[in-house]
């Protein structure tokens, strides 16, 4: 516990009847950040980031500034609303009571439950990371499903392909302290957009460039990053394992390994050290669509500078072979024994730090589940699975979800087969919601959730090593509920009289974290505490593994490879020959995956769904800047405007943000051409591995001319 802070800065009160409350950023992002919200007459006012809290060090990102303006949003669901009409129609519903709604949901879920043992698992929960909240994510929620039998969700939407790669290497999602990027003299930004997704880490990267360190971006994409690091590598989607394994060539062939680290901490090197003698520069080039002279050179500087970081994030991990990819990345750090020093090494994800302080089962309750464990569902194929018959391999078919914290109509891939699945009428979807998002469109209730700033919670992160409470600032708007206090409901509805769904939020708070590991009281009176995880984690070895050493094969995996996207010209030529152009989906910078979309003020600044386009591609199709394009495979089509530019590498096309797809031109957004096939590791979506063809529908003076007048008439495409 002796590197665990204590108070130093209680509030202080503020004149005028203002006063602060201790408050965290509950965002999927990396940076969890502390923040201070200003209260003034029982209204939120402010929202600012804690200068105490080191990663945070004041500054909030531009779209959680603006926390207040979409907890005060004038669409803000704010009542229980039952449907009224067919799914196929408009989105069309009534006001009801709160007893009203949660008496017929809990009627509808005991009379699925009811049927047969096993029966319940034709529910199914499906949630995210709209909150990151250890209390409002999975804690009621999860006892909830768990007492009631339903289907187990596999949450791999975003990182279990890295997540799994990881845990194989290093035993955990483990990695450097975000603070030590301001030591570093090389700092490899890989697959990450950082100042868009990352800003509290960009700033440490800035501390270490003002000290005379390089920053080498490595990425499909010209991002805002891209354009403030020395170099930029724009390799091809899904090749960062061969750009790796090529890494590895040049540093057995100059001598650049350390063999001590190596013998004393890393296992199976041999059989790995074969693997990369087969990958010369020249052979990398040619599959990652880079110079040989660039991919020596990045081996040189990343051989002889120390320290030496990489900064690795889940945008390189949707594809094929997104884990084998993160797995030889994540062992280059091994061969030249970067981890020796404070400022070397690599950090893809912290949460394994605080996962040991964490007590998931107090949290969840598992022990609730009955004997016969229930199926698992990938929420990653909830296109194919809702629309999936009961049958053997799959158990019964799909007949309630009840969706919290998350947008799946949006966001998850292949999103036509999604919203086709969502709009069955024979099921029952329950919404828990701030807003009418796509998923909300295609419920049969929808219950207004509470905001950040309106319920208790704690977190952890995955990109620092410290844990924060928030504290509610301002009373529930209208009549909305918590989660937790929804799920409660329900559960007294139920039937479940298990004392644990008496539990309040204050009690599940607290409890949340291990007593061994956490002062609660001390992150209660200070709102975030450090963990006590080692400031030079590896530079003796000592990885979480059973031996203490990094893992080249680890059982079941083997040896790591590069593996070709799923789609692509190596893997598949006649649909390469049909679909010519690889297509990513990165996120928008000023919305968080497909929150903030409604945000007027955010969504002027974003402007409109685009896609970008190299000038050498948009030509031979005819597409001007700023034309309508409509962008298609065999799995559907979306219009959207064209942005021609260089941010985009010849041969890919950057379909930038989550819209909601009601807000795009036709009703869709960019996972209406993603797929469902998984990455080899972690069961996840490899939403960056996707091949496209796009042609030109109007010119932009027709777009000019006003809406609705643009041509609709096809070209053929080049
Ligand atoms: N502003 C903002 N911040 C966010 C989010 C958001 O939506 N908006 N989303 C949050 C979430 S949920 C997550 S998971 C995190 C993580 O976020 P990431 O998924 O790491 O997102 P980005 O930082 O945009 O990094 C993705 C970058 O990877 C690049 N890329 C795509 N394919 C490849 C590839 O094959 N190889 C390489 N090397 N690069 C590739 C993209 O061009 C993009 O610049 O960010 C979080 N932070
Ligand atoms: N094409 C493409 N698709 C992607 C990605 C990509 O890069 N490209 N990124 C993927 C990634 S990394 C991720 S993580 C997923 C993200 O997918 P999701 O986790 O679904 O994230 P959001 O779209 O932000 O939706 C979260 C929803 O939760 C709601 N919410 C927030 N807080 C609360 C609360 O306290 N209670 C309740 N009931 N609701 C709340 C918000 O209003 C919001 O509508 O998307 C994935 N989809
Ligand atoms: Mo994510």
């Known amino acids: 516990m002796n590197t665990i802070e204590l108070p130093v800065d209680p509030d202080t009160p503020i004149p005028g009847g203002r006063h602060t409350v201790r408050a965290a950023c509950p965002h999927d992002c990396p940076d969890t950040c502390a923040m201070l919200v200003t209260v003034e007459n029982g209204r939120a006012v402010r929202v600012a980031g804690d200068p105490g809290h080191p990663p945070t060090h004041g500054a909030l990102c531009t779209k959680v500034s603006r926390y207040p303006e979409r907890t005060y949003h004038p669409e803000r669901v704010l009542h229980p609303l039952k449907r009224v009409g067919p799914k196929s129609g408009p989105p069309r519903f009534e006001r009801v009571s709160w007893d009203e709604a949660l008496d017929a949901i809990a009627q509808r879920l005991a009379g699925i439950a009811g049927r047969a043992p096993g029966a319940a698992q034709a529910i199914l929960p499906y949630s995210y990371a709209g909150t990151m909240g250890l209390v409002q994510g999975e804690s009621m929620a999860a006892r909830f499903f768990h007492r009631l039998g339903g289907s187990r969700l596999d949450r791999t939407i975003c990182a279990s392909a890295g997540a799994a790669a990881l845990t194989a290497t290093y035993g955990g999602k483990v990695g450097m302290h975000v603070e030590d990027y301001a030591r570093a003299k090389l700092i490899l930004i890989w697959g990450s957009n950082s100042i868009a997704s990352n800003l509290h880490f960009w700033s440490f990267a800035q501390q270490a460039r003002r000290a005379g360190a390089r920053l080498v971006c490595i990425d499909p994409r010209r991002t805002e990053t891209a354009d403030k690091c020395h170099e930029h590598l724009a390799l091809r989607p899904g090749t960062d394992g061969a750009l790796a394994l090529a890494l590895m060539h040049e540093l057995i062939t100059h001598g650049w390994l350390d063999h001590d680290y190596i013998e004393r901490h890393v296992d199976g090197w041999p059989a790995l050290r074969e693997r990369a003698l087969q990958w010369p520069p020249a052979r990398a080039a040619e599959v990652c ?3 040989a002279a660039q991919i020596r050179a990045l081996a040189h500087d ?8 990489i900064r690795l994030n889940y945008g390189m991990q949707r594809a094929h072979g997104g884990g084998n990819a993160v797995r030889l990345i994540a062992l280059l750090p091994c061969l030249t024994g970067a981890w020796r020093e404070r400022g070397g090494g690599l950090l893809l994800s912290a949460s394994g730090w605080a996962a040991g302080a964490i007590d998931s089962a107090a949290l969840g309750r598992p022990d609730l589940m009955p004997q016969a464990l229930p199926r698992i569902v990938n929420m990653s194929t909830i296109g194919d699975d809702l629309l999936r018959p009961t049958s053997p391999e799959f158990g019964p078919r799909i007949e309630a979800v009840i969706v919290y914290n998350s947008n ?6 292949q999103s036509g087969r999604v919203a086709a699945g969502f709009a069955r009428d024979d099921l029952f979807t329950v919404v828990l919601e701030h807003f009418m998002t796509d998923t909300a469109d295609l ?8 905001t950040q700033l309106e319920h208790l919670d704690v977190h952890a992160s995955y990109g620092h090593t410290y844990v924060l409470v928030n504290q509610p600032a301002i009373a ?3 009549q909305a509920l918590p989660n937790t206090e929804i799920f409660r409901r329900l559960a007294q509805r139920m039937g479940f009289d298990e004392p644990c769904f008496g539990d309040s939020d204050e009690q599940i708070a607290r409890a949340a974290f291990r007593a061994d590991r956490i002062d609660v009281d001390a992150l209660w009176a200070r709102g975030w505490l450090r963990l006590p995880v080692p400031e030079q984690p590896f530079a003796d070895g000592g990885f979480p593994t ?23 010209a190596a893997s598949t030529p006649a649909l390469a020959a049909r679909y010519p152009l690889a297509m990513i989906s990165p996120p928008a910078r000023h919305f968080l995956n497909s929150t903030f979309v409604n945000v007027r003020s955010l969504r002027s600044i974003e402007g409109e769904p685009l896609l970008e386009i190299h000038p050498e591609d948009a030509a031979p199709r005819g597409i001007a800047d700023g034309a309508v394009v409509t962008v298609f495979n065999d799995r559907g089509r979306y219009r959207c405007k064209a942005a021609v530019s260089t941010r985009a590498r010849h041969g890919v096309v950057n379909g930038l943000g989550i819209w909601w797809r009601k807000l795009g031109l036709d009703g869709t957004n960019v996972n209406e051409l993603t797929h469902q096939r998984l990455t080899d590791l972690g069961r996840a979506p490899a939403f960056y591995d996707c091949l496209v063809e796009v042609r030109a529908e109007s010119s932009p003076q027709a777009e000019r001319a006003g809406p609705g007048q643009a041509s609709t008439a096809e070209t053929t495409p080049a």
């Open 408 to 413: 799946p109509v949006a966001v998850a891939p």
């Open 546 to 568: 059973p031996h203490g050493r990094a893992i080249v094969d680890a059982p079941g995996l083997g040896v790591p490879d590069h593996l070709p996207n799923h789609e692509s």
């Open 289 to 291: 669509g880079l110079e």
């Open 476 to 478: 529930p708007l209208g």
């Open 302 to 309: 990343y051989a002889t500078t120390r320290p030496a970081a």
């Open 443 to 450: 419920a049969d209730y929808v219950l207004p959730a509470t």
